[in-house]
T-cell receptor, first 114, second 110 residues
């Protein structure tokens, strides 16, 4: 079974802090994704990566950056957290491209920025 | 642009069948997926269908795809309390995009 592990289930941070959300997958998947989930807005893609050291912007990259130094790990960075970044963050991975293999999700990190 | 639409809520009595519907706009999809999200958890892949199929059955789950009407459905037979969750329909495309619906919250009545 694919396991995608997000390091924290809940995080509370202050406005202006730098925040790191970590995600690790154990199935040697090429592709990794970060989404945020908000009521009424569904899932929105922030960034994705098709290979180590590669990153691509998704639909809402503003205020975020990512890092993929190793194949199994994909980090989401909030350079200066703001209250509008309070959300549920979901990491996912897939074996091949999104057009021909399903995404496998972690359990999510609920981030509150105060 | 591409869009995936689902109704937001569905209530079903325990033991009945649940049918969750999804419509999409772009006909160039490759795979269509159903994911389940339980409270406080991530999305769990339930089942998927390739776009050249019209039906797939997996135990209590039946997926129907009508390409002409751009309509996808998930039927859950003998609905149980453990089926209470949010169900997401998703479509993938040849340009490697994947589009999610906003989810249908399934509520089970005793």
């Amino acid at each position: 079974d694919v396991k995608v592990t997000q390091s924290s289930r809940y995080l509370v941070k202050r406005t202006g802090e730098k925040v790191f959300l970590e995600c690790v997958q154990d199935m040697d998947h090429e592709n990794m994704f970060w989404y945020r989930q908000d009521p009424g807005l569904g899932l929105r893609l922030i960034y994705f990566s098709y290979d180590v050291k590669m990153k691509e912007k998704g639909d809402i990259p503003e205020g975020y950056s990512v890092s993929r130094e190793k194949k199994e790990r994909f980090s989401l960075i909030l350079e200066s957290a703001s209250t509008n970044q309070t959300s549920m963050y979901l990491c996912a991975s897939s074996y091949q491209t999104a057009s021909n293999s399903p995404l496998h999700f972690g359990n999510g990190t609920r981030l509150t920025v105060t | 642009g591409e869009d995936v639409e689902q109704s937001l809520f569905l209530s079903v009595r325990e033991g009945d069948s649940s049918v969750i519907n999804c419509t999409y706009t772009d006909s160039s999809s490759t795979y269509l997926y159903w994911y389940k999200q339980e409270p406080g958890a991530g999305l769990q892949l339930l089942t998927y269908i390739f776009s050249n199929m019209d039906m797939k059955q997996d135990q209590r789950l039946t997926v129907l795809l009508n390409k002409k009407d751009k309509h996808l459905s998930l039927r859950i037979a003998d609905t149980q309390t453990g089926d209470s969750a949010i169900y997401f329909c998703a479509e993938s495309y040849r340009d490697d995009k994947i589009i999610f619906g906003k989810g249908t919250r399934l509520h089970i009545l005793p």
